[in-house]
């Protein structure tokens, strides 16, 4: 089974296009940051234009402002709602790109069950996942510490503000990629799935991506009858509770719990019907490319 | 017999003096002290710092931010230079809040007309209202509340142009004897708060819906307790650039 999953890893790293990914995140994560060195002020700005009415903002509150943990942060909310092409670039390509290149019923040769090797396959872009997502890691939270320096982390959120102390950061975001990578992996499994049915990985890539942009659009809208109905129920409601790490507790007064989650009952709540998903997609697909006549 | 005669007639003729004197000293009421003596007294016990560094607790109490305790470095020079900073993290500061030592209305004293409003009925402090004369001034009305038995602000609301009322309470300890407060707590109004969700991509936690009934508090307070006071061993340009 691991020299079969070393394959699949072999197959993945190997392709030219995998890399694409890593480099479309070093670029962002890279243009991200240097346009908030050179021009960050006019960002947090716009960001606290609203308060300008109540509070005092020297440069030396903005400088302390955008620090490390801040710009990892944009980055990331920016970022997360573009990785799901990059994870599903891979993920679409697992089952159908075998069925494009015809070595698909060659594969099945080997002594294992279809199921086994389906498992293999999607455990393979699991890992591409959790890669990608260190990847960024480390340059969005690590580069950004290097650059801007570490201080309080500010969380804007539409309708107040989260200050959590420096020293109470790390562990959140931490907590905040582990996540995420269940997040993606929501997303990896649809592709997956979708790649079954797909003689061409170019269908489940944009089928997952459309699907992705979709749910998207419908979890930030703000509309009644959608956030009563649909909307608890969709992934991408969902993926964004990474966020939930950095909403603190506060006492009576307003002054920050260290080491408090404002819900984790509800992070927890999410995290459960993502791991429904992910079962759900991937049992789906077993069941269909079981029972599926392979041809190519 | 004379000898007692003479020494009591004496005595009793010096009594009534001597209670008149008394009665002149003490049993007429002291003729109470204008507005502008009280201020001019505040003001020269204020004049008494030229300059301090204080360490600090500062607490954020707005609706809409949660915010952790705050270890902060006051720096002051006369005539109102201020600067509040954080040692190590970030504050959020009100406007308005840069005049808490009220020097700039101390400074210029003569630019304001005094109104004795008398005393106040729980606390007994002397309470007086500044008038700026000049129309343009960026303070409209101060009120001050004063304990002029020991000359000393203890509640201070500032009705400003641009930036609303804000008010100032101090509680005084050991360094009451140079205007310096132990404690003080300024209250002040918030605006609205409001981020688009375009911009934000909140993750709708439950929390959202309990906030909503709190935002609607427009008052905001800070608050800070002082200690270690370094009175008059000056403080460089640098601090305030």
């Known amino acids: 089974m691991w020299s079969l999953l ?26 991200v940051q240097l346009a908030l060195k050179f021009d960050g002020k006019s960002y947090v700005d716009l960001l606290l234009g609203n308060l300008n009415g109540s509070f005092e903002f020297p440069d030396e509150f903005k400088h302390k402002l955008l620090n490390g943990y ?67 890691a480390l340059l969005a939270l690590f580069g950004s510490m290097l650059i801007f320096g570490t201080n309080d982390m ?31 992996t929501t997303v990896a499994a649809l592709a997956f799935l979708l790649s079954v049915f797909a ?22 809208m703000n509309i009644s009858f959608y956030d009563d109905t649909i909307k608890p129920w969709l992934f991408t409601t969902h993926m964004v509770a990474w966020k939930g790490f950095f909403y603190v507790k506060a006492t009576e007064d307003g002054v920050t ?9 509800a992070i ?29 | 017999m004379n000898y007692f005669l003479s020494y009591g007639c004496e005595n009793l003729c010096k009594f ?40 600090g607790k500062l607490k954020t109490n707005v609706a809409f931010i949660k915010a952790p305790v705050a270890h902060v470095k006051i720096y002051f020079r006369e005539p109102n230079k201020i600067r509040i900073q954080n040692v190590s993290g970030i504050s959020f500061i009100p ?65 400003t142009r641009d930036n609303g009322t804000y008010e100032l309470q101090m509680t005084y300890g050991k360094y009451a004897n140079y205007s310096l407060a132990d404690k003080i707590i300024f209250t002040f109004n918030t605006k609205d708060y409001k981020l688009p969700k375009g911009i934000t991509f909140d993750y709708d936690d439950g929390s959202l819906k309990d906030k909503k009934n709190k935002l609607s508090e427009k008052k905001g307070k800070v608050e800070i307790d002082y200690s270690n006071y370094v009175i008059n061993q000056g403080v460089p340009d640098s601090v305030f650039q």
């Open chain 1, 6 to 31: 070393n394959i699949e890893l072999l197959k993945i790293f190997r392709r030219p296009r995998t890399y694409i990914a890593f480099g479309a995140i070093a670029a962002i994560v890279f243009l």
């Open chain 1, 70 to 136: 801040l710009i990892c942060f944009i980055i990331l909310t920016a970022l997360l709602i573009q990785m799901p092409l990059l994870v599903a670039l891979i993920a679409g390509d697992s089952i159908a790109g075998e069925a494009n290149m015809g070595t698909l019923r060659l594969s099945l040769t080997k002594p294992v069950s279809r199921t086994e090797y389906l498992m293999l396959k999607f455990l393979a872009s699991v890992i591409y996942t959790i890669i990608l997502l260190t990847w960024m």
């Open chain 1, 154 to 184: 500010v969380v804007l959120r539409s309708t107040g503000i989260d200050q959590i102390p420096a020293s109470d950061v790390l562990w959140r975001y931490l907590a905040a990629f582990g996540y995420a990578a269940v997040a993606l």
């Open chain 1, 199 to 220: 003689e061409n990985s170019i269908g489940p890539i944009i089928a997952t991506m459309s699907i992705v942009v979709v749910f998207t659009i419908l979890s930030e």
């Open chain 1, 257 to 265: 719990i260290p080491g408090s989650i404002a819900n984790l009952p």
């Open chain 1, 268 to 296: 927890l709540k999410s995290l459960v019907i993502l791991f429904g998903y992910i079962a759900t997609f991937v049992f789906a697909a077993v069941w269909v490319f079981r029972k599926k006549d392979i041809l190519s």
């Open chain 2, 16 to 55: 009534p003096c001597i209670c008149l004197v008394f009665i002149f000293y003490f049993g007429t009421p002291v003729k109470a002290q204008t507005a502008e003596e009280v201020i001019t007294q505040v003001r020269t016990k204020i004049e008494k710092v030229k300059d301090y560094i204080a360490q």
């Open chain 2, 95 to 159: 406007k308005g809040f840069i005049n808490i030592n009220l020097d700039n209305v101390f400074t210029d004293i003569s630019s304001y007309d005094l109104i004795d409003v008398g005393r106040d009925k729980n606390s007994g402090l002397r309470i007086i209202k500044l008038l700026p004369l000049n129309d343009t001034s960026e303070v409209v009305l101060a009120t001050l509340y004063i304990d002029d038995t020991k000359m000393l602000i203890k509640k201070a609301q500032t009705t």
